[in-house]
Nanobody, 130 residues
Framework: QAQLLESGGGLVRSGASLNLSCRGS????????MGWFRQAPGREREFLAAISSTGTMTTYADSIEGRFTVSRDTGNNVVYLQMNDPKPEDAAVYYC???????????????????????WGQGTQVTVSS
């Protein structure tokens, strides 16, 4: 059974750091483009970052570029989101996603409105204290 399982969420102080992980199983996620989204209460799900299957190409949303870094360990089917200098407005449920139809750019699915084709994790809560 295909599964994406996020971990690493919790309470973090503003200005500190937090590292989220997402482990894929049940599919060949090592060949999929993957990425991170978040959703705060009352808001739409927001794209944050994407990484190609080889890890050589990354894409970031303006809201987190320069503070968050996406990376992956392809051999172990794990994708990471390193959150540096989080702010209270970064509090949300963070979701991992994978695109079976692309090994290069998950962000394309965002641009064409094809989020429904992505595999999703259950999410991990991040709370930022000021």
């Amino acid at each position: 059974q295909a599964q994406l399982l996020e971990s690493g969420g919790g309470l973090v102080r503003s200005g500190a750091s937090l590292n989220l992980s997402c482990r894929g199983s049940g599919r060949t996620y090592s060949t999929y483009a993957m990425g991170w989204f978040r959703q705060a209460p009352g808001r739409e799900r927001e794209f944050l970052a994407a990484i190609s299957s080889t890890g050589t190409m990354t894409t970031y949303a303006d809201s987190i570029e320069g503070r968050f870094t996406v990376s992956r360990d392809t051999g172990n089917n794990v994708v990471y989101l390193q959150m540096n200098d989080p702010k209270p407005e970064d509090a949300a449920v963070y979701y991992c996603a994978a695109d079976a139809e692309s090994h290069i750019d998950l962000a394309r699915a965002v641009r064409i409105g094809a989020l429904g084709r992505l595999d999703w994790g259950q999410g991990t809560q991040v709370t930022v204290s000021s």
